[in-house]
């Protein structure tokens, strides 16, 4: 398994304003991966983050409004840009951890965020 | 038709009950079917893990996959009231390299009442 932490644990922003989204893990990980949860709705991956490479996007999703870094092989931010309410949402990293042949995903515990 | 679908519930059982939490998906090439609960403001944990049909068992929970009918559940014995939570079920397709995409289901927020 993986322990990943994420920061803020939760944010209140103003429309037109940026968040940065910070996530570290207790152990190197090739893949990392970007969702957003919200209300009544399944968990949606935003992009998948690989170390030294481009991110890559989901349908929906966009470089310009999601940037994403992954600097080394245990930590990842996700900026939401020029935020609007439609933005408000749970922010979920997640790492895939091969074991014994399987892949498994383990969750961090997520950002929670209201744009105003 | 979403490529995975999930019973909203929600699900108020009495404790010690038998829970039954199901899933049906669509698409033929999802070779992973997971199971992950969440507690209120936390992240998803991975409770189950299975790749074959048929059942896995790990403790008080049995996870029950049946690809010829594309359905999956999860199942709690003597669920107890700590086992209150949403239950998402969630299913993954090879897409390159070491990546299994995950779709998910929704979510059954299951409460289990003393």
């Known amino acids: 398994s993986a322990v990943i932490s994420q920061k803020p644990s939760r944010d209140i922003c103003q429309r037109g304003t940026s968040l940065t989204i910070q996530c570290q893990v207790d152990s190197q990980v090739t893949m990392m991966f970007w969702y957003r949860q919200q209300p009544g709705q399944s968990l949606t991956l935003i992009a998948t983050?690989?170390?030294?490479?481009?991110?890559?996007?989901e349908s929906g999703f966009v470089i310009d409004k999601f940037p994403i870094s992954r600097p080394n092989l245990t930590f990842s931010t996700l900026t939401v840009s020029n935020m609007s309410p439609e933005d408000s949402s749970i922010y979920l990293c997640?790492?895939?951890?091969?074991?014994?042949?399987?892949?498994?995903?383990?969750f961090g515990p997520g950002t929670r965020l209201t744009v105003t | 038709q979403k490529e995975v679908e999930q019973d909203p519930g929600p699900l108020s059982v009495p404790e010690g009950a038998i829970v039954s939490l199901n899933c049906t998906y669509s698409?033929?090439?999802?070779?992973?079917f997971m199971w992950y609960r969440q507690y209120s403001r936390k992240g998803p944990e991975l409770l189950m893990y299975t790749y074959s049909s048929g059942n896995k068992e790990d403790g008080r929970f049995t996870a029950q996959v049946d690809k010829s009918s594309k359905y999956i559940s999860l199942f709690i014995r003597d669920s107890q009231p700590s086992d209150s939570a949403t239950y998402l079920c969630?299913?993954?397709?090879?897409?390159?390299?070491?990546?299994?995409?995950?779709?998910f289901g929704k979510g059954t927020l299951l409460t289990v009442n003393p």
């Open positions: 997640s790492v895939e951890v091969a074991d014994r042949g399987s892949y498994e995903q383990y």
């Open positions: 969630a299913m993954s397709a090879y897409s390159g390299g070491s990546n299994y995409k995950l779709t």
């Open positions: 698409n033929s090439a999802f070779q992973y």
């Open positions: 983050a690989n170390q030294g490479s481009e991110a890559t996007y």
